[in-house]
C-alpha cells in the first residue's frame, strides 16, 4: 500500500460522505509511483474515486515534466501516420466535437475560448486559427511555457482557483482534467463562475462504466492512478454538473484506437510477468494488442451507439436560479414572514401543505387513507380528493362519507398521472406551498412526518423533492430509493463489477429518484419544469418527475422518517398490471431521455428477459410462482405493448426541450 508520508484521505466531492466500499487495487502502470491504490465506490451516491490521493508536494511524482505526454509541443507537421490515425477516429467515433462547435453551436468569430487544462497549448491553435480569442489555464509550468511561446494567453494555476473575469468566456473546453482534480466539484463550479450565461462547456472525462471498462476492471488503462482520483458515469457527471449549476444539454460517449489494446497489454503483463523479459515474447504481445486494436474497431463504433464508449464527452449550458414569483426563494420569503425559525415548532404562519390522493374503484382504501390523514399533526394542511372517473361509482361513496374533505370528479381516466394533475392544479391554485401526494392504498403512521419534511425542505432551498421511508405490512420497508433506467443496470447480471451498493434506508441521502407512494414537492419545482408527464399511465411518473427536477436544479432527497404503511402491496393482479406498465414506463422514459437506440436495445432487452422467465414459468411452474414470471399471454401483452411505445415516441419529431418539461403549472 501507499506509504503513509505520501498520500492523504479523499471524501467524496458529491455528497462529502467518507463511507465507501472497496472495489480494488491498482498500481501506477505509467510511472511506477510506489505502492498500491485502491478504488473505491461511495455508498451514499455511488461516486467512484481513489480511496487516498498523494499530498500536493509529492505529485510531481505523477507527471514528470519530462515525459508526461500531454506537456509535449504537438509537431507543427504531423506526419503521414499521424494524420491517418486522425482522421480514422473521426471518422469512427463522436470526438471531433471542436468542429461541430465551429459548424453548428457556436459558429463566428471573435469569441473567447477557455482551454482549463491546455497542455502545451495544441487545441488552441485551432481555435485561434478560426479567429477566437484563445486562453488557456494550466497547472504545469513547462507545458504553461510552452504553450505561451505558441502566442496563447496561458495562465499558471489549479482549474480551482482559475484568476479569470466572472461570466468572461463564450466556450470554456476541458478534455481529461476534471479527474485528476483534488476537489472535481469545486473545479466544475469555477468554470460555471467564468462562462457567460449563453456560453458553453464541454467537458470530456473517462467512462468508468464502459464495456471496456467492465470487461478489465482493473486493468483498464482508463484507471490510471495515481493521476485519475474520479471515475465518472453518465449519471454521476449529470449529477456533478447539475450540483455546479449547468445543465446537461447532450451526454454522449466516445472512443480511441487505443483502450483495448492498453488494457490487454496491462492484462497479459501482470498475468504473464515473465513474458515481458523475453524480447520475442515481448513482441508477440505487442503484435496481438495491434491486432486487437483494428479488430475492435467495429466493436467500439456499436459501444459509441449504445452509450457504452471509453470517453464521456458532455455539452452544458449554466443554469438559472430557482425562484419564486416574487423573484425570492419560498425558504427566504417564508423567513421574513416570521414563518423559519429554525426549529421544527416553526412559529408563525405555516407553510401551506394539500395532500393530493387520486381515487379509482377502491371507495374502501381511499376513505381509510383520508381518515387517516385527517390525525394528522400539522395544522395548515388541505385534503384533496380526486376521482379518476371510477366506473363503479365509488366517488360518489366517497363524496358522501367525507363530506368535509374537498372532492374533484375527473370527466376521463386519463392515467395515474393526468389524475394527480387534476389536484395538483388545483392546490397550486389555493396557494399551497408544498404539495404531498400519496397512494390511496396507504395509511398514515406517523402524525408528524409532515412537519419534519416541511422543516428540512425550509431549511435546504434546493431540495425541491423530499421521500419519506414507507412501512409494509408485515413490518418491512419498502424500497422507496430508485434509480434511473439504463443499459448498465439491465444487463447487470452480464457485468464483471461488484453488484451497485444497497441504499441505506437509515440514513438521510440525495437520491435519484424516490417512489411515487408518497413524496413531497415544493411549489417552485412546478414552475420550473411543469406538473407530471401524462404520458404515463401508470407507473414511472415519478422517475421522469425526478429526472427532470433534477435538470432544473433541484434536489431530490430521502429522509428515514417513518411516514405511512402500503396496503395493497403485492396482490397477484395488481402485479401483473405492474409487470406490463413498469416496463412500458422504462422504455418511455428511455425514448424521452436516453435516445432512440438506447430505447430500442432496453426494449428488446426487456422482451428477451421476459422470454426467458415466461420458459422458465413453463419448464418450472413451482418455482414460477414464488418469482412471479410472466406466462406467454403476459409476454406478448409486453411485446405488444413496447413495439407501439418505441414506435410512438422514438420516432416522432420532437421539439428542442419538449420533453423536458411536463404541462403547464400556473402558479
Not at 207 to 233: K, L, T
Request: charged share 25%.
Amino acid at each position: 500500500m501507499l506509504k503513509e508520508e505520501l498520500c492523504e484521505a479523499t471524501a467524496c466531492t458529491l455528497c462529502a460522505s467518507a463511507r465507501h466500499e472497496l472495489l480494488f487495487h491498482v498500481p501506477d502502470r505509467r510511472f511506477r509511483v510506489p505502492g498500491q491504490f485502491s478504488v473505491v465506490r461511495c455508498t451514499a451516491c455511488g461516486l467512484v474515486r481513489l480511496d487516498r490521493r498523494l499530498k500536493g508536494c509529492y505529485t510531481h511524482l505523477a507527471y514528470p515534466s519530462d515525459s508526461y505526454p500531454a506537456y509535449q509541443r504537438r509537431k507543427d507537421a504531423p506526419g503521414l501516420k499521424t494524420r491517418l490515425r486522425s482522421w480514422v477516429v473521426q471518422a469512427c467515433f463522436h470526438t471531433d466535437y471542436d468542429r461541430e462547435i465551429f459548424t453548428s453551436r457556436l459558429p463566428g468569430k471573435g469569441l473567447r475560448i477557455l482551454d482549463a487544462g491546455c497542455a502545451a497549448g495544441g487545441a488552441l491553435e485551432d481555435y485561434r486559427e478560426r479567429g477566437w480569442e484563445t486562453y488557456g489555464l494550466e497547472i504545469s509550468g513547462v507545458a504553461a511555457q510552452r504553450a505561451a511561446r505558441g502566442g496563447h494567453r496561458v495562465a499558471c494555476g489549479q482549474v480551482e482557483n482559475a484568476c479569470f473575469t466572472d461570466r468572461f468566456f463564450h466556450l470554456v473546453r476541458t478534455r481529461h482534467v476534471m479527474e485528476h482534480l483534488p476537489n472535481c466539484l469545486q473545479g466544475f463550479r469555477e468554470l460555471r463562475r467564468v462562462l457567460r450565461d449563453d456560453g458553453l462547456l464541454v467537458v470530456e472525462v473517462p467512462n468508468f462504466r464502459s464495456f471496456w471498462g467492465r470487461v478489465f476492471r482493473e486493468f483498464y488503462w482508463q484507471v490510471d492512478a495515481p493521476r485519475h482520483i474520479w471515475f465518472f458515469s453518465e449519471s454521476s457527471l449529470r449529477r456533478i454538473l447539475l450540483a455546479s449549476g449547468l445543465e446537461p444539454l447532450e451526454i454522449r460517449t466516445g472512443s480511441t484506437l487505443y483502450g483495448v489494446d492498453e488494457s490487454l497489454r496491462y492484462l497479459l503483463r501482470d498475468l504473464l510477468p515473465g513474458l515481458s523479459k523475453n524480447s520475442h515474447a515481448a513482441a508477440g504481445i505487442n503484435l496481438l494488442c495491434k491486432a486487437t486494436r483494428f479488430a475492435s474497431l467495429p466493436v467500439n463504433v456499436l459501444l459509441d451507439k449504445l452509450g457504452l464508449g471509453e470517453n464521456l464527452i458532455a455539452f452544458a449550458a449554466p443554469t438559472h436560479a430557482n425562484s419564486t414569483g416574487s423573484g425570492l426563494p419560498l425558504s427566504q420569503s417564508l423567513k421574513e414572514e416570521g414563518c423559519l425559525a429554525g426549529t421544527p415548532s416553526m412559529p408563525g404562519r405555516l407553510p401551506k401543505v394539500a395532500i393530493v390522493i387520486l381515487n379509482y374503484s377502491n371507495a374502501e382504501l381511499t376513505v381509510s387513507c383520508a381518515e387517516s390523514f385527517q390525525s394528522l399533526a400539522y395544522d395548515n394542511a388541505q385534503i384533496i380528493l380526486v376521482d379518476n372517473a371510477s366506473p363503479d361509482g365509488s366517488g360518489e361513496r366517497v363524496r358522501t362519507r367525507l363530506p368535509q374533505v374537498r372532492y374533484l370528479q375527473a370527466e376521463s381516466n386519463r392515467g395515474y398521472s393526468a389524475g394527480n394533475n387534476l389536484g395538483i392544479r388545483d392546490a397550486l391554485a389555493a396557494g399551497a406551498d408544498f404539495i404531498l401526494i400519496v397512494n390511496n392504498d396507504t395509511e398514515l403512521i406517523e402524525p408528524g412526518c409532515i412537519r419534519q419534511m416541511v422543516s428540512e425542505m425550509l431549511a435546504d432551498p434546493t431540495l425541491g423533492i423530499v421521500g419519506p421511508s414507507v412501512q409494509l405490512p408485515d413490518g418491512g420497508v419498502q424500497r422507496t430509493i430508485l434509480r434511473w433506467p439504463s443499459l448498465a443496470r439491465l444487463f447487470r447480471p452480464l457485468r464483471r463489477l461488484p453488484p451497485e451498493p444497497q441504499e441505506d434506508y437509515n440514513m438521510p441521502h440525495l437520491a435519484e429518484a424516490v417512489s411515487g407512494v408518497c413524496w413531497l414537492i415544493r411549489r417552485e419545482v412546478f414552475g420550473t419544469v411543469g406538473l407530471l408527464d401524462e404520458d404515463y399511465f401508470m407507473y414511472g411518473e415519478e422517475l421522469d418527475y425526478c429526472y427532470r427536477a433534477m435538470r432544473g436544479r433541484w434536489g431530490v432527497k430521502y429522509l428515514p422518517l417513518p411516514s405511512v404503511v402500503h396496503l395493497d402491496y403485492a396482490t397477484r393482479e395488481k402485479t401483473r398490471r405492474k409487470y406490463i406498465f413498469s416496463r412500458r414506463a422504462l422504455v418511455l422514459f428511455a425514448c424521452k431521455h436516453l435516445g432512440r437506440t438506447k430505447a430500442m436495445v432496453l426494449a428488446a432487452g426487456l422482451v428477451v428477459a421476459g422470454l426467458y422467465r415466461a420458459l422458465l414459468a413453463f419448464l418450472q411452474p413451482a418455482k414460477a410462482d414464488e418469482a412471479g414470471c410472466p406466462d406467454f399471454g403476459l409476454l406478448r401483452r409486453l411485446v405488444l405493448e413496447l413495439a407501439a411505445t418505441v414506435t410512438h415516441y422514438a420516432f416522432r419529431p420532437v421539439l428542442p426541450g419538449e420533453w423536458s418539461r411536463g404541462p403547464k403549472a400556473t402558479l
